[in-house]
């Protein structure tokens, strides 16, 4: 599957960028053509206004037949200039024509309804046949060769393109085929383009005449760019994909290996504490910190709790980690907590941490063993952790019963309603990192930490809001009434002696932002 993938992505973008390409080709083509069909409408108008304002009251007569060969030199898109009367050419540059050549009925008119006829012979004149368009107030009319309008140089051969009438979708002039129904994709858009499983089909509108242009390129033009992207993607997808399997085979031995890992690092004491500082921001005190569990293998790679935490609940030993996060806080932060009654400890209780009663009964014989206050350590929960979870709740109150203060981690990305929230015994609430990071930016999402502050001041709850970096979140967070916070502003992450070092040297609250 891991090198399926990238190969099916490979002819999947073969198909598309063949098709784009093939799109964006006709596109050009067709907007080739329109500007040539404009250069000739403009011709026609030109040569037409040139005969009226002549004003001859004989459009055959001598003087006027040379005015038709000299307008018609001057516009060389025309191949001569005419007069047409009851659908007879009467005359033309090329001189006159007794009765008149007979036209025939026109193939259709335009929308001021000037007649134009469609692969017309001029017998006499010429074995091609051409287009007339007639001004249907002077009769004045424009000879064209019948593929004047649409003769551009960088059509291929089996590339169909011409124009169509706007209003009767009938061809003005093509090479190759047009289908009706193509015009029906334009709609009243300026132009589009679409593949019928037949053509690679572009139209595009006149925005001063009413035609479009069309150009059509033929299914098999897509196989032969779909070949050509093929022998270049395909082996590179054949690589990525052997790439990735790699990749997943040597993540899959290290996933595989990692809870034997983990408990060889738990019987070598690998995992070790760090705490980060928890600042009361109105008088920047150290009140608190926040145990942070680590781990440090011994060629000094560091395994992130996010990989082993989840090793730790999916291979049950979960308990012999919470145990050690335990001993361990109880052992660094003894002294530290008898030194300064004041101060806490907060400790993070995983999932499973609260579906048994192991970890709330390590705790209570830690802090009886090394004489530690229940109120000098708060327990940190998820709101994940807790909704419609029975045990989890009991074992909450539990510790609540024991005198530990509960704090709810990440408030705000879970998925508790206020009205359940009441129901819970807690002490604090801990604004998630990405809430505050939106503090002064200007981002949609800038406002919800204001209600969030709103919804802790209802519940009656003190706050901490983590992942403080600037003085300006600072600021925000004490003006609006937060009282506590943690982050890099204040300190990063450190051992047991250096907190202790931190906290018997006061820190000045953090200075307020100038404005």
Known sequence: MVIAIPVAAAFYLADFHSLRAQEEHAAQLAAEVLRRAHRVSGQIDSAVKTLTAAGSAEPCSHANLHLMSRTSAENPY???????????????????????????????????????????????????????????????????????????????????????????????????????????????????????????????????????????????????????????????????????????????????????????????????????????????????????????????????????????????????????????????????????????????????????????????????????GPASVHVEVTERLLVNNAASQHSMQTLRDMGIPIALDDFGTGYSSLSYLTTLPLDYIKIDKSFVETIGTGAVTSEVIAHIIEIGKSLKLGMIAEGVETTAQADYLRTHGVQFAQGWLFSRPMDIAQLHDGIDHPHAPPPATPG
């Open 78 to 372: 025309l191949v001569a200039i005419g007069y047409v009367r009851n659908d007879r050419l009467m005359c033309s540059a090329f001189g006159t024509h007794g009765a008149g050549i007979a036209l025939g009925p026109p193939t259709l008119r335009s929308k001021l309804g000037n007649p134009v006829w469609n692969a017309v012979s001029l017998p006499g004149i010429s074995e091609n046949k051409f287009m007339v368009a007639v001004d249907g107030v002077s009769g004045y009319a424009a000879i064209l060769a019948q593929d004047g309008p649409i003769a551009v140089e960088s059509a291929e051969p089996d590339a169909n393109h011409g124009l169509y009438n706007l209003r009767t979708r009938r061809v003005l002039a093509a090479r190759g085929n047009f289908h009706p129904d193509w015009a029906q994709h334009l709609g009243e858009r300026s132009d589009v383009q679409f593949f019928d499983g037949a053509f690679v089909v572009a139209l595009k509108r006149s925005d001063h005449y009413d035609y479009a242009a069309f150009a059509a390129i033929p299914a098999d033009r897509l196989h032969e760019g779909w070949i050509s992207l093929i022998f270049v993607l395909v082996p590179l997808g054949i690589g990525a994909g052997i790439l990735l399997a790699l990749l997943m085979l040597r993540y899959s031995k290290y996933q595989s290996s990692l809870p034997a890992q983990l408990r060889q690092g738990l019987k070598n004491n690998e995992l070790y504490l760090v705490y980060q500082p928890i600042v009361e921001l109105a008088s920047g005190r150290w009140v608190g910190a926040e145990a942070l569990l680590r781990w440090r293998r011994p060629n000094g790679e560091m395994v992130p709790p996010d990989i082993f935490i989840p090793i730790a609940e999916n291979n049950s030993l979960m308990d012999k980690v919470t145990a050690r996060v335990i001993a361990l806080f109880a052992k660094d932060a003894a002294h530290l907590l008898h030194a300064h009654p004041g101060f806490y400890i907060g400790l993070n209780l995983s999932a499973r941490d609260f579906e048994t009663p192991h970890a709330t009964e390590h705790l209570r014989q830690a802090l009886a063993q090394w004489s530690i």
